[in-house]
């Protein structure tokens, strides 16, 4: 049974939502689900914004029908051919095998590697600003190359003010009857999915989202239709202020993240007592976390989120633990910047886990190193006390 929602008169949602996925991209994990979002246009010319996962294909292929009615399927634009919104395309040919495809070049170069259909005289490639007249409805095309693949495009509709905006804009969680950002209390319930969806599929590409909401200022945008997540109508301004921050690297907030590592409980001891230093001298906006009890993810977008980051590791055969290396890598490969770090090394016979982590930092931009580093041999003494609470006091400082 068909379950669609308007958008405006003439554009309707098809896409579908999955809650029995359980790792976006086979990484992530979703325990709110995701939700695929397509787009149909019905003027003169019927057109059909990206197509959906394999795992909402029967929903979306039943919406479609149910929208038509009589109709067929003129065209389709292909703004992002990742899989999880091009898997339908093949079906969506099948189904209506007059429709056209809308695409730029590097498009098409990808829908060759993905299928083997005939593509003579079913491509219609389009370039940065060219237009396409539906009716009423007259689409222009927008490139926004690695946000977050190479041939991404948006579609800006001009008639309603609608930007078709593919992974920009998107979040994880499935939609649960709403569709539109105002039905929801996103701030309360959304934003956290926002932010771990942009700073782990979209993190590394700041410069170029940077290049699209620079180029989508000169537009007169009334509604984002994101490729993932509910769509927005009103209070655009906020989730444009998050992406300028996250792109830009800025932080949301001016607070303190300690991520440590503990085999045994003596380091995790380091980190408790400079939390509580840091509480008892005024810092409400603090977080603490076992990397190795909680996926990668939330931390990196805890990282987007706060102003410092302090790492607590114990040393682990002359290198950093494993697990904390594995992070701190992530970080660098997603282009993190714009931070205050600080460190708290432990080890028995071997302290090196702050110098490790001090080469990995020195290749990213612009982290500071905060003064003094604190070695732990074995377990806090009275002395290490001391300098964590010194430690406590730098950050603040510096805060």
């Known amino acids: 049974m068909h379950n669609i929602r308007k958008i405006t008169e003439d554009i309707y949602y ?90 730029n070049a590097k498009t ?47 579609t800006y509709d001009p008639e309603s003010k609608i930007l078709f905006s593919a992974d920009a804009f998107g979040t994880f969680g499935a939609l649960n009857g ?59 301004s906020f989730i444009l202020d998050k992406y300028m921050k996250w792109s830009t690297y800025e932080p949301e907030e001016q607070g303190v993240l300690i991520i440590y590592a503990s085999m045994y409980g003596n380091t995790e001891n380091a980190a408790d007592i400079l939390a509580a230093e840091l509480v008892k001298a005024g810092v409400k906006k603090l977080a603490v976390y076992d990397v190795s009890g909680i996926h990668m993810s939330y931390l990196v977008s805890e990282v987007f989120k706060y102003s410092h980051l302090v790492i607590v590791s114990p040393t682990y055969n002359a290198e950093l633990y494993p697990v904390m290396d594995q992070f701190v890598r992530d970080l660098k490969a997603l282009n993190v910047q714009n931070r205050k770090a600080a460190l708290v090394e432990s080890g028995t016979w071997a302290l090196s886990a702050a110098k490790k982590s001090k080469l990995l930092f020195e290749e990213m931009k612009n982290i500071t190193i905060l003064e003094p580093v604190v070695s732990v041999k074995s377990s806090v ?19």
């Not at 996103?186 to 700073?199: G, I, M, N």
């Not at 003494?381 to 805060?399: C, F, Q, T």
């Open 14 to 103: 098809v896409g579908g939502s999955d809650r029995r996925l359980t790792l976006f991209e086979n990484i992530f994990p979703i325990p709110r689900g995701v939700s695929y979002n397509a787009y149909l246009l019905m003027d003169e010319k019927t057109v059909l914004l990206d197509t959906v996962d394999s795992s909402v294909g029967r929903q979306f292929l039943e919406n479609i029908a149910y929208v038509l009615g009589s109709r067929s399927l003129d065209y389709m634009v292909i703004n992002h051919m990742e899989p999880d919104h091009c898997a339908l395309l093949e079906q969506i040919i099948l189904r209506y095998p007059k429709v056209k495809l809308i695409g």
């Open 108 to 154: 098409f170069q990808m829908v060759k590697q993905f299928f083997d259909f005939e593509m003579e005289g079913r491509s219609i490639t389009v370039k940065e600003g060219d237009r396409f007249l539906t009716g009423k409805h007259n689409l222009s095309f927008v490139m926004a190359p690695m946000v977050h693949w190479p041939e991404v495009m948006v």
């Open 178 to 236: 709403a569709v539109f950002a105002d039905e929801i209390e996103f701030d309360k319930d959304w934003q956290e999915d926002a932010r771990r969806y942009y700073s782990n599929i979209v993190g590394k590409y700041g410069t170029q989202v940077q290049a699209l909401l620079k180029k989508a200022s000169g537009l007169d945008i009334q509604m984002i239709c994101p490729l993932h997540g509910p769509v927005w109508r009103k209070d655009i």
């Open 381 to 399: 003494k009275e002395s290490d006390r001391k300098n964590i609470e010194e430690l406590a006091g730098v950050i603040l400082k510096s805060m």
